[in-house]
């Protein structure tokens, strides 16, 4: 069974510059994750999707980042415009339903100069 | 507030000793917890997860232990090997939620040999 994808891995940014990531679920996985992991921390939840739909969002800085999960499949995170501080892990994760284990795809990791 | 910790943030054994990783819950809400282990550059992969009607899980060399008069939580890998090396983070899921967990930051297994 393929597992989660992510890409890109790796990103360098400036501040004030726009980035993207994108998630692939575990085929049949209803529910999506993104998590932001900094260095020497837990993953922390940023968003959550049920199919397409935002389930918790609360944790997620509305103001420059957003994300979406067009048919319930792929999911886009976007950061814009990015700030120093947003360097961190960025995890995509999946589980079959919002009470299920959730597995995590490998990051992409993200350096903002 | 929601918090999960962990006791000790390195934990350095030799190979072939067991294993004993500490975490402290703050929400007795909580009613499923899991392990995750995460190797540098990886996502994290899941280890074993424990509900709060049980006391004890064993999987293959894992043990999970959960004391929740004290709000506290164990990993034991018996016959720790230097595949074993890497981060272990517990994770809390609050009850009646979609599924939102609250990860601790997480223990350093160092096995040497």
């Known amino acids: 069974e393929a597992g989660v994808a992510q890409s890109p891995r790796y990103k360098i940014i400036e501040k004030r510059q726009s980035v993207a990531f994108w998630c692939n679920p575990i085929?049949?996985?209803?529910?999506l994750y993104w998590y932001q992991q900094i260095l020497g921390q837990g993953p922390k939840l940023l968003i959550q999707f049920q199919n397409n739909g935002v389930v918790d969002d609360s944790q997620l800085p509305k103001d420059r980042f957003s994300a979406e999960r067009l048919k319930g499949v792929d999911s886009t995170l976007k950061i814009q415009p990015a700030k120093l501080e947003d360097s961190a892990v960025y995890l995509c994760a999946s589980s079959f339903g919002y009470q299920e284990t959730q597995y995590f795809g490998p990051g992409t990791r993200l350096l903002v100069l | 507030g929601e918090s999960v910790g962990l006791h000790l943030p390195t934990l350095s054994v030799q190979e072939g000793d067991n294993s004993i990783i500490n975490c402290a819950y703050s929400?007795?809400?909580?009613?499923?917890f899991i392990w995750y282990k995460q190797e540098s550059g990886k996502g994290p992969q899941f280890i074993i997860d424990i509900r709060s009607n049980m006391d004890k899980r064993q999987g293959q060399r894992v043990t999970v232990l959960l004391n929740k008069t004290v709000k506290h939580l164990s990993l034991q890998i018996a016959a720790t090997q230097p595949g074993d090396s890497a981060v272990y983070f517990c994770?809390?899921?609050?009850?009646?939620?979609?599924?939102?967990?609250?990860f601790g930051a997480g223990t350093r297994l160092a096995v040497h040999p």
């Open positions: 994770a809390e899921n609050l009850s009646g939620g979609y599924n939102k967990l609250i």
């Open positions: 085929s049949g996985h209803a529910t």
């Open positions: 929400n007795s809400a909580s009613d499923y």
